[in-house]
């Protein structure tokens, strides 16, 4: 069965990147999308691992050529996802992981109508604020501009499939690892499987009756 898409998005601090770090860890056959950026590699990051690494030309040829599903510049660098990484998860019959921005979320849409849309939520602005102080990684004029970066993003949320509020981590994980379990139970996800398994041929209907027969 060939894989699907689920993307998870969120403004900084809303803990989407935690929720998806838990969900590779515990949900077996999910795997996650290497982007491809044009900035340099940080600390002890690793060339298809962390990001695929490529310089702004080679970047810029292969949005010339159609290579990503979603790409986009942030601050001074490039970044996308791939067809090719996405088809080769998927064509090998694993689902994927993607943590882009609602900007990202809508190509991928548009690439794969089938994708999944999940996204994360703080419990509240002030909550988010918090957060962010919290961290203790951003001046307080970078975290200005993330809070109102944040409150321009949320108006995003509502057109996604899902919703989750990160109020409690676990609890959080808990309710995005049940959309991606039901999503993958779906009959139409599973339809070959029983036909192949149980002998029903693919013009047959369910009678829809009960009892034994």
């Known amino acids: ?3 699907q898409l689920f993307v998870i998005s969120g403004p900084s601090g809303a803990g989407k990147s935690s929720i998806a770090r838990a969900l590779l860890d ?7 999308s290497v982007s491809h950026t044009s ?13 695929h690494f490529v310089d702004r030309g080679t970047f810029r040829e292969m949005i ?6 979603e790409w986009a510049p942030v601050y001074d660098d490039y970044y996308g996802t791939a067809f ?3 088809k080769e998860r998927m064509d090998a019959g694993l689902d994927v992981l993607l943590d882009v921005d609602s900007q990202g979320a809508r190509g991928i849409r548009e690439a794969f109508d089938d994708t ?3 996204y994360v939520l703080p419990p509240s602005l002030s909550a988010l604020e918090k957060r962010l102080t919290a961290r203790g990684t951003d001046s307080e004029r970078t975290i200005r501009r993330r809070m109102e970066k944040a409150a321009r993003e949320i108006e995003n949320c509502l057109w996604y499939d899902y919703i989750v509020i990160n109020d409690v981590l676990e609890t ?3 309710e995005a690892r049940s959309i991606i379990v039901s999503r993958r139970c779906r009959t139409s996800r599973r339809k070959r499987y029983v036909r192949e398994r149980f002998g029903i041929p693919a013009s047959g209907k ?8």
């Open 26 to 32: 515990g949900v077996p056959g999910l795997a996650y």
């Open 206 to 213: 369910g009678s829809g009756e009960g009892g034994d027969s």
């Open 39 to 51: 900035r340099r590699p940080r600390g002890a990051e690793k060339d298809g691992v962390d990001y």
């Open 64 to 69: 010339a050529a159609g290579a990503f599903a």
């Open 116 to 118: 999944v849309l999940i």
């Open 84 to 86: 090719s990484t996405l």
């Open 172 to 174: 959080a994980v808990r």
């Open 1 to 3: 069965m060939r894989g």
